[in-house]
T-cell receptor
Framework: DTAVSQTPKYLVTQMGNDKSIKCEQNLGHDTMYWYKQDSKKFLKIMFSYNNKELIINETVPNRFSPKSPDKAHLNLHINSLELGDSAVYFCASSNLFAETQYFGPGTRLLVL | AQKITQTQPGMFVQEKEAVTLDCTYDTSDPSYGLFWYKQPSSGEMIFLIYQGSYDQQNATEGRYSLNFQKARKSANLVISASQLGDSAMYFC?????????????FGTGTRLTVIP
């Protein structure tokens, strides 16, 4: 009964590949997010999305794209992976008018 | 300018003692929210405590309290009666504007080590 879940937990892949990370929340929230945590532990927002609006951090390359099949899911697709994409990716969710974002366990991506 | 500043890369505290983790923030928006998250070595991000900019009282959650000093723009986390399980990275974060699909801005974190 995990509130926010992500799969896979670990992802090791070659440069140039395309990969996806899945995120699901069972909290009934209407807003979901993707964050990137770099090797220095710094967390930065990539996207926020509710069923009406996608807000993209302008620093995110267009190789990254979020896809939401329904309100409970926000998957992250990454095309043409690069070495610098290696990081931990966190999904989070909140209610639009609530105060707290709840995070998934993270996906550790390593690009070789 | 950094929106959230955590000046302590690492802190040590003796078990059962209290410890304060510093956080200062920078915003011109009158409405904002301040958060603390804990990241243990297992990697997950655990929500600890929240303070709204209009809240009159300092937030408390069990052994966690947030020392909110609005004029100084500081939101320090106080952990009382430290336990070995408190050893982790602690992140301060801020949401600007009223609650909504607003992103969190994170500080660089403080690594807390509790000594037996």
């Amino acid at each position: 009964d995990t509130a926010v879940s992500q799969t896979p937990k670990y992802l090791v892949t070659q440069m140039g590949n395309d990969k996806s990370i899945k995120c699901e929340q069972n909290l009934g929230h209407d807003t979901m997010y993707w964050y990137k945590q770099d090797s220095k532990k710094f967390l930065k927002i990539m996207f926020s999305y509710n069923n009406k609006e996608l807000i993209i951090n302008e620093t995110v390359p267009n190789r990254f794209s979020p896809k939401s099949p329904d309100k409970a899911h926000l998957n992250l697709h990454i095309n043409s992976l690069e070495l610098g994409d290696s990081a931990v990716y966190f999904c989070a969710s909140s209610n639009l008018f609530a105060e707290t974002q709840y995070f998934g366990p993270g996906t550790r991506l390593l690009v070789l | 300018a950094q929106k959230i500043t955590q000046t302590q890369p690492g802190m040590f505290v003796q078990e059962k003692e209290a410890v304060t983790l510093d956080c200062t923030y920078d915003t011109s928006d009158p409405s904002y929210g301040l958060f603390w998250y804990k990241q243990p070595s297992s990697g997950e991000m655990i929500f600890l405590i929240y303070q709204g900019s209009y809240d009159q009282q300092n937030a408390t959650e069990g052994r966690y309290s947030l020392n909110f000093q609005k004029a100084r723009k500081s939101a320090n986390l106080v952990i009382s009666a430290s336990q070995l399980g408190d050893s982790a990275m602690y992140f301060c974060a801020m949401r600007e504007g009223v609650a909504g699909a607003n992103n969190l801005f994170f500080g660089t974190g403080t690594r807390l080590t509790v000594i037996p």
